[in-house]
């Protein structure tokens, strides 16, 4: 079983930043990307970030410059600082993981965690 756990939305003003965590933990033999994607009232699902093994990021064009993913390989964890936040960013954000439990490769989902910029 592998679960990930997601820290760190909250409310923040135009222009602040908040930093995203997200845990991966079980039965993992090896992660080969995680990432953040969100949601917003009355929109789809979007691509905010993400990081493969090997180190490479993608970002959404909508957040380039602004976000950045990183990753703690020993811990099996990834952050997302966002600075310069609006209120277009204000959604559900969801981790994510594409990683091999046992023999077989899966893709993970977090329960999500609302991020809301308003002043």
């Known amino acids: 079983q592998v679960q990930l756990v997601e820290s760190g939305g909250g409310l923040v003003q135009p222009g602040g930043s908040l930093r995203l965590s997200c845990a991966a933990s079980?039965?993992?033999?090896?992660?080969?990307?995680m990432g953040w994607d969100r949601q917003a009232p009355g929109k789809e699902r979007e691509l905010v970030a993400a990081?493969?093994?090997?180190?490479?990021?993608n970002y959404a064009d909508s957040v380039k410059g602004r976000f950045t993913l990183s990753k703690d390989n020993a811990k099996n964890t990834v952050y997302l600082q966002m600075n310069s936040l609006k209120p277009e960013d204000t959604a559900v954000y969801y981790c994510?993981?594409?990683?091999?439990?046992?023999?077989?490769?899966?893709?993970?989902w977090g329960q999500g965690t609302q991020v809301t910029v308003s002043s």
């Open positions: 994510n993981a594409d990683l091999i439990s046992g023999d077989y490769e899966y893709d993970y």
């Open positions: 079980g039965s993992i033999f090896k992660i080969n990307a």
């Open positions: 990081i493969t093994s090997g180190g490479s990021t």
